[in-house]
């Protein structure tokens, strides 16, 4: 067990759609990452939280938002949802150095499902 | 560009046999970190090994143990009579400094399947 927790596990939803998929990072990390597995594109990362700042933006979808709330949980939100949207989320935290490069452990996972 | 290569895709060994996982990487940074990620079937990513550009030291760590070598930007790893509980995709990851402050480049993933 990692310490970071994802909720929900799993996700069903139709396109068009809007979801939210929460994460609560390991006890005293500041930085959040949020990444997406499929089987097309693999693991791609599409953004970093740092003390509720954003950090880092990858390949996130304009569709896509997220933010880290004050006790440093953060949420991901995804809107208008298409098939293409079906995949494995994955949240993970680190400690927080001011170079970022910390270890990063991953939560579980929200496994997502577009019909 | 930053890129993490692992060329096999799966491999297939029988219990107590080791197993050795390819990782090629290329980055302009002069100081990155290397990691190495599995993902067993039940999905979760599992944090393995870290390695800084700065140290080439190879250790082992129980039946782990991996070979950087600088000169060819490949970061190895092996596991040693491997057991059926090793069965997962395993994940070579590329952390980088400038540019992309915390952001991981994984590769594709190497599908480790040990039979008994």
């Known amino acids: 067990d990692s310490g970071v927790t994802q909720t929900p596990k799993h996700l069903i939803t139709a396109t068009g759609q809007r979801v939210t998929l929460r994460c609560s990072p390991r006890s005293g990390d500041l930085s959040v990452y949020w990444y997406q597995q499929s089987l097309d594109q693999g693991l791609q990362f599409l953004i970093q939280y740092y003390n509720g700042e954003e950090r880092a933006k990858g390949n996130i979808l304009e569709r896509f938002s997220a933010q880290q709330f004050p006790d440093l949980h953060s949420e991901l939100n995804l809107s208008s949802l298409e098939l293409g949207d079906s995949a494995l989320y994955f949240c993970?935290?680190?400690?927080?150095?001011?170079?970022?490069?910390?270890?990063?452990?991953f939560g579980p996972g929200t496994r997502l499902t577009v019909l | 560009a930053q890129k993490v290569t692992q060329a096999q895709t799966e491999i297939s060994v029988v219990e107590k046999e080791d197993v050795t996982l390819d990782c090629v990487y290329e980055?302009?940074?002069?100081?990155?970190?290397l990691f190495w990620y599995k993902q067993p079937p039940s999905g979760e990513l599992v944090f393995l090994i870290r390695r800084n550009s700065f140290d080439e030291q190879n250790e082992i760590s129980g039946r782990y143990s991996w070979n950087f070598q600088k000169s060819t930007s490949s970061f190895n790893f092996t596991i040693t009579a491997s057991q059926v509980v090793d069965s997962a995709v395993y994940f070579c990851a590329l952390g980088m400094t400038t540019d992309s402050w915390g952001k991981l480049q994984f590769g594709a993933g190497t599908q480790v399947v040990v039979t008994p």
């Open positions: 980055t302009r940074d002069t100081t990155y970190y």
């Open positions: 993970a935290s680190s400690a927080g150095t001011s170079d970022g490069t910390d270890t990063q452990y």
